[in-house]
């Protein structure tokens, strides 16, 4: 295997992480797929970190929640061009329409009174309920950042709003519907949607933050934007199925790489789609897919186009930083993607820097 890949997987643990798991998948693998686990999945006890040990994959968790709506949107129950307004009267202002939702130019301000990148604020509510207005209470109460449709902006009020229109179309909530549409039919045994339950299923990866064990919180702290737990393979399976058209009809999935073009508010290129974000090495390399980052975890699935070369991630950070895509998720991308090894191999400019993208 490529020795710029297993030096981006290190030595663990060390100053940036207590472990990383990585699964190299594809036709252009050598054996198809290629699996990585390195460091401790506790670093208490000194266990080691294994390939299908389960995490909690923060942000991917939006891509679940965008198949579910896309789904329903496939089916005729709804059209992506349907103001808000219809759907849910009087939650939002009346010209935002589900697809600006998905794709993150709806304009709804990126501020929440859930202060996701706040260690401090973190440690003293881990255990909270949070609902989802709660969560929702600052982005509605705040003037929209820019008009709807005129530039993008990742904020998890999106993918809050996008929740709720799910539970008015069918009656049930999110979680539900992933767990009808997507995790039993391809059999994702190890993904789990957990509500309020702070634990992991074991075997699982420990999570820490500035040294603090943050690994069991509740999880309604991130709600339908960062929920959920998984494995490499799982993602993988689900990645496959999501590209490759066995969970969407081909109109619906082609909505995962439409991109919006508007500028980001950073100023940059947009580069998220309707489900998946356009990533492009130094190389000229595209990929897809989306990165993840909650309290003591990173996880992310990357993939070419057409599923030639597919990156399943988690990396058990020894703090939560600002960035959706870190230093040791960019070098593992480009180790993966590129025909040759870029240290500081970069999405389109700006689109690393996360915060509360997440």
């Given at each position: 295997m490529n020795e710029h890949l297993l030096r981006a997987v290190g030595r663990r643990p060390d100053a940036d992480a207590y472990a990383v798991l990585v699964r190299l998948t594809g036709p252009d693998?050598?054996?198809?797929?290629?699996?990585?686990?390195?460091?401790?999945a506790d670093p208490g006890t000194g266990e080691p970190a294994g390939p299908l040990h389960r995490f909690r994959i923060g942000g991917v968790t939006k891509v679940f929640v965008t198949t579910v709506l896309l789904g329903l949107v496939g089916e005729g129950a709804l059209d992506l061009s349907d103001p808000v307004e219809r759907l849910l009267p009087g939650l939002l202002h009346p010209d935002i329409t589900v697809r600006q939702l998905?794709?993150?130019?709806?304009?709804?301000?990126?501020?929440?009174?859930?202060?996701?990148?706040?260690?401090?604020?973190?440690?003293?509510?881990?255990?909270?309920t949070f609902t989802a207005h709660e969560r929702l209470a600052l982005?509605?109460?705040?003037?929209?950042?820019f008009a709807p449709g005129t530039r993008q902006q990742l904020t998890r009020a999106n993918h809050e709003v996008v929740a709720l229109v799910i539970e008015r179309i069918t009656g049930r909530g999110h979680a539900q519907e992933i767990e009808d549409r997507v995790l039993r039919p391809l059999g994702l045994s190890a993904t789990s949607l957990p509500g309020?339950?702070?634990?992991?299923?074991?075997?699982?990866?420990?999570?820490?933050?500035?040294?603090?064990?943050?690994t069991e919180h509740n999880p309604s702290i991130h709600g339908p934007t960062g929920e959920m737990i998984s494995n490499l393979p799982d993602l993988d399976r689900f990645l496959?199925?999501?590209?490759?058209?066995?969970?969407?009809?081909?109109?619906?999935?082609?909505?995962?790489?439409?991109?919006?073009?508007?500028?980001?508010?950073?100023?940059?290129?947009?580069?998220?789609?309707?489900?998946?974000?356009?990533?492009?090495?130094?190389?000229?390399?595209?990929v897809w897919g989306m990165a993840g980052v909650v309290h003591g975890a990173l996880a992310g699935m990357v993939t070419t186009r057409d599923l030639r070369r597919r990156l399943t991630y988690a990396v058990s950070?020894?703090?939560?930083?600002?960035?959706?895509?870190?230093?040791?998720?960019?070098?593992?991308?480009?180790?993966?993607?590129?025909?040759?090894?870029?240290?500081?191999?970069?999405?389109i400019p700006g689109a690393v820097a996360a915060d509360a993208e997440g």
């Open positions: 693998v050598p054996g198809g797929v290629w699996t990585a686990a390195e460091g401790v998905l794709d993150h130019t709806s304009g709804l301000a990126d501020e929440s009174d859930v202060r996701y990148n706040d260690t401090a604020w973190f440690l003293k509510h881990r255990y909270d982005p509605r109460a705040l003037p929209l950042s309020t339950d702070p634990t992991l299923p074991r075997p699982h990866l420990r999570g820490y933050d500035l040294g603090v064990d943050v496959v199925a999501l590209v490759g058209g066995e969970l969407l009809p081909a109109a619906q999935t082609e909505e995962l790489f439409r991109l919006p073009g508007v500028p980001h508010v950073r100023g940059h290129a947009g580069y998220a789609a309707a489900g998946l974000d356009r990533l492009v090495l130094p190389d000229g390399v595209e950070p020894t703090e939560r930083g600002t960035e959706r895509l870190p230093p040791v998720g960019q070098r593992l991308l480009a180790a993966a993607f590129s025909e040759r090894f870029w240290p500081t191999a970069r999405m």
